[in-house]
């Protein structure tokens, strides 16, 4: 599968969450073009801070695949920037790509791999994955501000505001 592809089967997924009141936030893990993790964001729903799509995602895909040799790199695809949390689970998981749709500022993540220096680097989880943004961003936008338009006034909406009215 090609990277929009990936983004659009997460943007998918974060449509879902949109449907069940959540952050319209949306991750799928990939092997060998087959889905092994998929979520979308369950922070209400499960009544936690960091049910991140994302990381849900990656907790599906490392159940799934445990310990066991792989027999290709892992891709994850985000319709938006992973936080540093879910960029440290991604690394810990040893996805070798990650492919999202809209930049998140202020909890962003993607510029963080330019600066790591491992003092290890010889270690299979040192090393961050490659990340590629943009893609599908103005749909990504577009979903967010359906999110805002419509949620209950809160933290969630007025952070996807945020997000859905950055410059094109």
Not at 77 to 89: D, F, Q, T, W
Not at 104 to 115: C, E, Q
Request: hydrophobic share 40%.
């Amino acid at each position: 599968m090609t990277p929009d592809e990936l983004v659009g089967l997460a943007i998918d997924v974060a449509e879902e969450g949109l449907i069940a009141g959540e952050l319209p936030i949306g991750a799928v893990v990939v092997m060998e073009d087959v889905i092994v993790g998929r979520s979308h964001t369950q922070e209400r729903g499960q009544g936690r801070r960091i049910a991140h799509a994302d990381l849900l995602a990656m907790e599906e895909a490392d159940r799934r695949l445990g310990w066991a040799p792989r027999s290709a790199p892992l891709q994850l695809a985000i319709n938006l920037e992973p936080c540093l949390m879910c960029l440290g689970a991604a690394m810990a998981l040893g996805v070798s790509e990650i492919y999202y749709g809209l930049e998140s500022p202020g909890d962003g993540a993607a510029g963080l791999p330019a600066l790591w220096q491992p003092t290890t680097p010889d270690m299979p989880f040192s090393h961050p994955p490659k990340l590629i943004g943009g893609i599908r961003r103005t749909q990504c936008r577009v979903q967010f501000a359906r999110y805002a338009d419509t949620a209950r006034e809160s933290g969630f909406q007025r952070w996807a505001r945020t997000l859905a009215d950055l410059p094109e």
